[in-house]
C-alpha cells in the first residue's frame, strides 16, 4: 500500500467526492476546518457539508441567511445548485460561532471562484485570532453575502435573533475584503464597537 493510497482511504468519502466533483468544475476546494473535514458528508450528488438535513436546496440562500439571523446554528454547505444553466451557481456557505458566509457565485467563470477562496479563509483565521485575545463580543456574528443572484453586502449581527440595520449593512466591494478589513486586531470598547462598525 502506497502512502497515497493510505491517505485516501483515511479521507472520510464526503471529502473525497466533494473533491472530484470539485475537479470536473475546475474549482478548488473551498476553506474547510480540519474538524469540518472529518464531518463531511455527500448531502446530494453534487452537494457537501455537514447540515445532515438542510431546509432546502443551496440555490434558495434567502432561507439561509435568515437561518442565520435567527439561530446560532454550526454547519458548512458547499456544492453546485441551480434552476437550468443561467442560474447554476458554486454556493459556500459557513455558519460559525461568529461568521455567517453565505457565497453564491455564477459557474461560467472558474476562475473568479478559485480566486475569492483564500479571502474565506482569511477571513476565518482573522475572527480566530480576535475571538482568541477576546477582541469581539461574545454576541456579535459577522455575516456576509456575496451572490450574483441575490445581492451583496456585510454586516454585524448582534445577539438571537439579531438583525442588522439598514446603516449598518455595507455593500462597498470588494465584499469580502471589506468584511475582513472589520474585523478588529486591538481592544476596542465594545459599545463604541458597535457604534463604529
Known amino acids: 500500500m502506497t502512502p497515497m493510497n493510505f491517505r485516501k482511504e ?27 473535514k472529518l464531518k463531511m458528508l455527500v448531502i446530494d450528488p453534487r452537494i457537501f457539508g455537514t447540515y445532515s438535513n438542510p431546509p432546502c436546496r443551496p440555490y434558495d440562500i434567502n432561507v439561509y441567511v435568515h ?13 453546485f445548485d441551480g434552476h437550468g444553466v443561467a ?19 455564477k459557474t461560467v467563470d472558474p476562475d473568479r471562484i478559485n480566486n475569492l477562496f483564500p479571502a474565506i479563509e482569511w477571513i476565518f483565521e482573522s475572527l480566530k485570532k480576535a475571538n482568541s485575545k477576546h477582541l469581539i463580543p461574545d454576541d456579535a456574528r459577522l455575516l456576509i453575502v456575496e451572490s450574483d443572484f441575490n445581492g451583496k453586502g456585510w454586516g454585524w449581527i448582534k445577539g ?33 464597537w458597535w457604534g463604529n462598525i
Open 160 to 192: 438571537y435573533p439579531g438583525k442588522i440595520e439598514e446603516t449598518k449593512w455595507h455593500i462597498d466591494e470588494p465584499i469580502l475584503m471589506s468584511a475582513f478589513n472589520s474585523i478588529p486586531d486591538e481592544p476596542v470598547d465594545p459599545k463604541a
Open 10 to 36: 483515511n479521507v472520510p468519502e464526503g471529502l473525497l467526492k466533494a473533491q472530484e466533483c470539485f475537479e470536473q468544475e475546475r474549482v478548488k476546494l473551498p476553506y474547510i476546518s480540519a474538524d469540518d
Open 67 to 79: 437561518d442565520a439571523l435567527t439561530t446560532p446554528n454550526d454547519y458548512i454547505l458547499f456544492g
Open 87 to 105: 442560474s447554476q451557481g458554486m454556493h459556500y456557505y459557513a455558519v460559525k460561532e461568529n461568521l455567517a458566509i453565505f457565497l453564491q457565485l
